[in-house]
């Protein structure tokens, strides 16, 4: 599927942005790595803060190769998409499980929080895949959640866990 200039543009610029908020999220974890082993749940957090990102980035990346086929760029997108979906959701059952106390309403929010905006990844790469360059505007979707996303997962182990 040709990306006309504007979508290059566009692409290229989300990816430079979740590069670096990525290697953001990198530091956050290393400057605090001791905080963050000495509580069970904030490892899987700190996992959770980088599946994202790295699936955002991956999805980019396969949307500013030239001359894939759609539905080659359809396939590897929603696979990207469900691997940032299931993953983190893996993570929070385990973690679940030891933590009896947690709500339903604290559940769903965790869950819809790491796992929505990667649903937007899903919808693209399939709406790709049927040949609607409508997918295109959900993968920015996805993208544009994802940097705002990991700001907060930064914030998070960056400065309320010295809370």
Known sequence: MPLTPDWSTFFA???AALAS????VVVA??????RILAQPAL???AGEALIGPVGAITATSLVLIPDQPAALL????LAAGL???VAPIVFQVRWWREREDATAIERIARASTSAGYSLAFVVGGALIIAGSRAGLYWIAAGAIA???AVVFNAWVLMIEILR
């Not at 359809?74 to 997108?77: A, K, Q, S």
């Open 74 to 77: 359809g396939i590897e997108v």
């Open 83 to 85: 691997s940032m979906v």
């Open 146 to 148: 994802c940097v705002i």
């Open 21 to 24: 908020l990525t290697g953001f």
């Open 13 to 15: 610029a989300e990816l």
């Open 29 to 34: 974890i290393s400057i605090n790595l001791a």
């Open 43 to 45: 490892p899987r957090r």
